[in-house]
């Protein structure tokens, strides 16, 4: 006979949690092509290449096979790319964050760019539910000419099912450095009664979709606001600011919902990375 578990035996009972970590390296080939120099990959972190035909850059796609996260479960990516090397990275699809009963999601991710190399930083839009706890990392480390070009968006519940988001714990950390100097430092912060949040002018104004974009690279300061010019005359965001400072480009951006969101993305990506075609799991 098998003895009943009380319901105070089931809170006792440690929920199986999410713990992957994922780490990539790109090198550069004798015939000057980016291709793969090491890959590892462990739990429910898993990452693929898929083939393409672009002349300068690797493609990578990052996969959270458990299908979302929620409270407690932790994913670390790294990602390195060596001298002259052109590393992307995206995701299969857009990462949900699922209501917590207590703990927090945690997500990090580690970034390392070599001299005259870069990476493009393009994962698809995460998806807060109701009730959801995350606290998310992004590091960068930036060598004297690399280049960095990172997007995160995020969506507070799906639109077309009808979800509502009232309660959230949602942490964003950006952390870039270029030799060792800190040169961009970004927080973002939604905690709280969300219904009020997200009517607040001055935090989303009405929209439920919201997304930061940063670019670093060694180009002079006329050069950044060109770029920033373009990207202001494209944009086709409704609440949308952008500005060139400091050997960097700060974009942000919200829209009522995702469709629109990443029609707006869209356009500054062409402009900052106008020889590379977008991520195929964006178009598909």
Request: proline share 4%; charged share 25%.
């Amino acid at each position: 006979m098998y003895a009943a578990i009380s319901p105070s035996d089931r809170l006792r009972t440690p929920h199986q949690r999410t713990d992957g970590s994922g780490r990539i390296r790109f090198k550069i080939s004798p015939s000057g092509k980016t291709v793969l120099d090491h890959l590892y990959q462990r739990g429910a972190a898993k990452i693929r290449l898929p083939k393409t035909y672009t002349k300068h850059s690797k493609e990578a796609v990052l996969i959270n096979s458990s299908g979302g996260l929620t409270g407690g479960d932790l994913l670390d990516w790294q990602i390195s790319a060596g001298e002259d090397c052109y590393g992307v990275i995206s995701s299969q699809a857009c990462e949900k964050i699922y209501k917590s009963t207590g703990d927090t999601a945690v997500v990090k991710t580690t970034i390392s760019v070599a001299e005259n190399a870069r990476v493009d930083w393009l994962p698809q839009e995460t998806i807060l539910f109701d009730r959801a706890k995350l606290s998310r990392d992004l590091i960068v480390d930036l060598a004297t000419n690399a280049r960095f070009l990172g997007v995160e968006a995020s969506v507070l519940g799906r639109a077309a099912m009808g979800e509502q988001v009232r309660s959230l714990s949602f942490g964003d950390q950006w952390r870039l450095y270029r030799e060792g100097v800190l040169v961009h430092a970004d927080n973002v912060r939604l905690s709280g009664d969300m219904t009020v949040h997200v009517k607040n002018p001055a935090v989303l104004g009405g929209d439920r979709c919201f997304a930061t974009l940063v670019y670093c690279g060694p180009e002079d300061l006329d050069q950044l606001k060109h770029l920033a010019s373009e990207i202001r005359d494209s944009s086709t965001a409704q609440s949308f600011g952008v500005s060139a400072f400091n050997g960097k480009i700060v974009a942000r951006l919200t829209a009522p919902d995702s469709l629109l969101l990443r029609r707006a993305l869209i356009p500054i990506l062409q402009i900052l990375r106008p020889s590379e075609a977008l991520p195929r799991v964006w178009t598909t």
